[in-house]
């Protein structure tokens, strides 16, 4: 298939676009590199454009006679949606829209988009089925789950089909070395605590001690980002015209902030010092996924079924580029 990733420099997209390629698709990168590496894609598939560039983006996917889009570019820090809604109403909801409109314009039939576990907010059940009512507590949430309604309301009236892909915890790095996860500044938790075990930073702070769950911390469901990747590739095939496939992908199991820690610290050798912080605006206490939907519908089955197994490579990798991608 010749397929546009948005977004395919970054940390998933990345990991996403070397699966894409090494099964033979065709790709097209289109980045504006605010987040993602130049060096994270094979320098021949990368366009760099910003998706406010309508006239480029369709330039782009008329003369690439594109078949599928796959949509990760975004923002998606919790934590700065909640101080700057504007960067997250704008870039994953308005430049969402206009890619939308582009791509139903030229008869586009496939749509791949990176929704999150956050628009489920606070589940009443956990594990969190595709059921369960999605109500964000924070603007990251609000603006995924807004699309994703765009979704379905294109789905039912255009010849358009799409798979909203709800990650969990994205984690790890590529089995290969060759990429991993770098982000400025970086605010996810397991690069956090292997910076510290690095000796790059003096501590992790953990966001909250008094949360309803066994050791006070919140619990997330890490996911290795080359089964996410998988997940992507499997949505695209599965999608059909005029219809919407939305799937929790994760692994089912919880680690906390502590679990996250003490896995690092086994992994690593190293000892992480920990500061107890007071809680981060926006964070449910628990967010699991039950991802038995995609395991059935899609066959998708996860390589990575630890946590041990996925901070291994997030280890590797962050021990060999501790300084993230080679500028070139
Ligand atoms: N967290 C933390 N200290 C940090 C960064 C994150 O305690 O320095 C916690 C955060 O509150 C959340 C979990 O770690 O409960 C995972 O956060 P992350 O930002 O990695 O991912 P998110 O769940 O926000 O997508």
Redesign the pocket.
């Known amino acids: 298939m010749r397929i546009l990733v948005t977004g395919g420099a970054g940390y998933i997209g990345s990991h996403t676009v070397k699966l894409l390629l090494a099964r033979g698709h065709e790709v097209t990168v289109y980045d504006n590199l605010s987040a993602g590496h130049r060096a994270a894609v094979p320098k021949e598939t990368l366009v760099v454009g910003d998706l406010k560039d309508i006239d480029h983006l369709d330039h782009l996917l008329l003369v690439n006679r594109i078949e599928a889009v796959i949509h990760f570019a975004a923002s998606a820090?919790?934590?700065e949606s909640t101080t700057n809604p504007s960067k997250y109403y704008q870039n994953n909801l308005l430049n969402s829209l206009n890619l939308l409109d582009r791509v139903r314009r030229l008869g586009i039939g496939r749509f791949v988009f990176s929704s999150t576990c956050?628009t489920y907010g606070v589940p009443a059940t956990v594990p969190i089925a595709e059921t369960e009512p999605q109500k964000p507590i924070n603007p990251y949430g609000n603006t995924k789950l807004a699309f994703e309604r765009m979704l379905a309301d294109y789905a039912a009236a255009y010849p358009i089909g799409f798979a909203a892909l709800r990650y969990f915890?994205a984690a790890g790095a590529a089995a290969d070395g060759t990429l991993g996860e770098v982000h400025d500044p970086e605010?996810?938790?397991?690069p956090?605590v292997i910076q510290a075990a690095l000796g790059k930073r003096p501590h992790?702070?953990?966001?909250?001690t008094d949360y309803p769950t066994p050791d006070g911390?919140?619990i997330?469901d890490y996911i290795h980002v080359e089964d996410l990747a998988e997940a992507h590739l499997l949505a695209l095939e599965a999608i059909r015209p005029g219809k919407g496939l939305a799937y929790n992908v994760g692994l089912g199991a919880g680690a906390s902030?502590r679990e996250?820690i003490r896995a690092v610290e086994e992994v690593s050798g190293k000892i992480v010092l920990v500061k107890e912080g007071p809680r981060?605006a926006g964070?449910p206490p628990v967010?699991v996924a039950a991802s038995d939907a995609i395991r059935r519908e899609l066959g998708w089955a996860p390589k990575y079924p630890t946590l041990k197994s996925i901070v291994e490579t997030a280890w590797r990798w962050h021990r060999t580029h501790p300084n993230g991608y080679a500028k070139p």
């Open positions: 820090s919790v934590g956050a915890n605010t996810h938790l397991i956090l992790v702070e953990i966001f909250g911390t919140c997330r902030v996250v981060r964070d967010l």
